[in-house]
């Protein structure tokens, strides 16, 4: 399985931006498809934004137009983007990988990172 490891996370003033980015290691990372979750304390991860293998992305209705995730399959990496931050964005963000094609369910990828924290002050 591949490895993950989230960096950028910190505490953001509202209305500001933050990139999130996640190094894979150790499989095939053109072949994964990658997705960004977040969470609260009491609620399940759920995801922001995700990037196929092939490119294709996907937003939740909460970052949509706030929000760009991308790939770099050279260096390994996916990113996401946040502009316009708002307090409700407030959380731990992980990244996760699992073969080819996107889902909006948790329990279907099977690599995860260990999150990184994004405070968003208002």
């Known amino acids: 399985q591949v490895q993950l490891v989230e960096s950028g996370g910190g505490l953001v003033q509202a209305g500001g931006s933050q990139r999130l980015s996640c190094a894979a290691s150790?499989?095939?990372?053109?072949?994964?498809?990658m997705g960004w979750f977040r969470q609260t304390p009491g609620k399940e991860r759920e995801l922001v934004a995700g990037?196929?293998?092939?490119?294709?992305?996907y937003y939740a209705e909460s970052m949509k137009g706030r929000s760009t995730i991308s790939r770099d399959n050279a260096k390994n990496t996916v990113y996401l983007q946040m502009n316009s931050l708002k307090p409700e964005d407030t959380a731990v963000y992980y990244c996760a990988a699992r073969f080819l094609t996107i889902s909006t369910m948790a329990s279907d990828f099977g690599s995860w990172g260990q999150g990184t924290q994004v405070t968003v002050s208002s």
């Open positions: 150790g499989g095939t990372f053109r072949s994964y498809a």
């Open positions: 990037i196929t293998s092939g490119g294709r992305t």
